[in-house]
């Protein structure tokens, strides 16, 4: 399972405070939003909610995993944002080496 979509989706039920509104707002089902945040527990081997029928609340761990996760993901978007922007100067800098204009062509005699 992808770990940093996994940290997403924990992030999400840690902010929503409910998987079932985490599984909304990221078009998952609640079962996949489950599996999401089980598998960062055993990534983790910490327990990082607690969580019964009609409530979900972190662990002292789920909150020090929180607090750092929200960091850790504002980095990890701002470094794909820098990498599309440099893709996208590139693009621009190599459109702007091709010739442009008329050509004409001239027959040797």
């Known amino acids: 399972?992808?770990?940093i979509q996994?940290?997403?989706v924990f992030a999400c039920v840690v902010a929503s405070g409910s998987f079932t509104r985490a599984a909304h707002s990221l078009s998952l089902s609640r079962s996949a939003v489950t599996k999401h945040v089980q598998a960062l527990e055993e990534v983790v081997?910490?327990?990082l909610l607690v969580r019964d029928t009609r409530s979900v609340a972190l662990t002292a761990e789920g909150a020090a995993c929180y607090v750092r996760l929200v960091r850790l993901l504002a980095d990890v978007d701002a470094f794909h944002a820098s990498i599309r922007d440099l893709g996208a100067d590139r693009?621009?800098?190599t459109a702007g080496d091709e010739a442009s204009g008329k050509v004409r062509k001239a027959a040797i005699r």
Request: hydrophobic share 50%; aromatic share 0%; net charge positive.
């Open 1 to 3: 399972m992808d770990q």
């Open 6 to 8: 996994a940290m997403r």
């Open 45 to 47: 081997r910490v327990k």
């Open 91 to 93: 693009a621009a800098q």
